[in-house]
């Protein structure tokens, strides 16, 4: 994975210039990087709520002004409009368009939300020495949409979605802690161990990702995921959204110790 | 202090039919009690949004469909009307009211939110070796607006409220540990030592509570108090709003340890 390890700042000035309009993975590393959902006011409370109810899978870090595109608490003098590589916008709950600047699409009734990501805590396990197996093999994580229903709020209801890593037996305990500390990027797995406790009749066969398979001496370790909260949106067929395009996330200035909670 | 070792629900069955109306410490321990904060639909954007931007003053446990008053999160059954021993009506911001039963103040538009309190990390503190002076005296903890304000959110916007409690430095990193685990009742601390770094002038005298001092040996610790969401969200002087009255929480069927993030 190539790496650029300019500030965030300087990164997201090549992306608003158009000069940068891939995926961000290896981009700033140590910085936190964060999924977009955007609704109007009228959903904003709503949303809110379910972020609220459901903070494994929707750990907030911003909540923007309506109106304004500058998450001020995690980068301020960023635009959300412009300084991420891609974005979805979808119309009543169907992709209507794939763009890389927001502006013509803004409304000044939009709230933009931006959520912790899994490249936080996988910062964390990498860096408490727990191996990544699908970050070795370049492949996606495997994800599943479980059996587990997220607490509804208002229209937005629907399961939650994980995904899997597989952890050797020895290193459980030390996954487990090194990524609790990181409530604002899932926490803690929300499950360890038998795919079945989650619906999820074959580890081998993720709904969405690649297959990274469980060896010998490895347990399968389930975390909140990110794709929740726009699977759960998008379910409610809002008349309008703007969401990240998968992989082309926003690059805020906390660094990802700032996420700790302990 | 006497100690009633029931179950939640057995002294909220007590208090709902006025056999019981005082503070409620000592009632149910080990299990989380919470602040009470009534505001109606048209606020509660604001307000939730405030308490999301300030999780350390704000650590919201749970919040209500508007016009139920049954917080099915974490005392299913419960009613919030009925089952807190005080309660206190504002209107306009100004104190009209203290009643034991807001069932004749209730509307349809009303949502009620409940903040984790400074029990549980007291609990958690204790639990850890560590001694609390304003206990072992029979006191109120001391309390002070500091000049740190918190981050706003619409109409609501104010300084936070801390309270200290001296702690041997021995168990200083104790101290802090045990009660950063628990982000769902204030969590760390947001500050040790100097007290003119929150503004304070004079460390023996306190806006609220009462001064318990700190003797050598010793540091001031302050932890974000459960006094600034009210305290913020009156300052505002909404047209309409209810809270416990101080000391008199609500008592949720969550167990301390649910709060625990690691």
Known sequence: MPIDA???KEIRA????????????????????ANLAVLPKEQAYDFLLFCQRNPRPCPLIEVTEAGSPEP???APGADLRTDLPRYRIYKDG???DEVTDVRPFWRDDLVAFLLGCSFTFEWALLDAGIPMRHIELGKNVAMWKTSVQCRPAGQFHGPMVVSMRPIPTALLSKAVTASARFPGAHGAPVH????AALGIA???????????????GE???FWACGVTPQAVALASKPAFMITHSP????????????????
């Open 219 to 221: 347990v399968p370790v």
């Open 6 to 8: 300019r500030l965030p």
């Open 247 to 262: 992989g082309h996330m926003f690059i805020t200035d906390l660094p990802n110790h700032a996420l700790a909670a302990i």
């Open 72 to 74: 001020v608490g995690v």
């Open 14 to 33: 090549d992306i608003r210039a158009g000069r940068l309009n891939a995926v961000t993975a290896g981009l700033a590393p140590g910085y936190v990087q």
């Open 202 to 216: 074959d580890v081998n066969k993720p709904d969405w990702g690649d297959s990274v398979g469980v060896r010998a």
């Open 192 to 195: 360890v161990g038998d795919p």
């Open 94 to 96: 169907v992709l209507a």
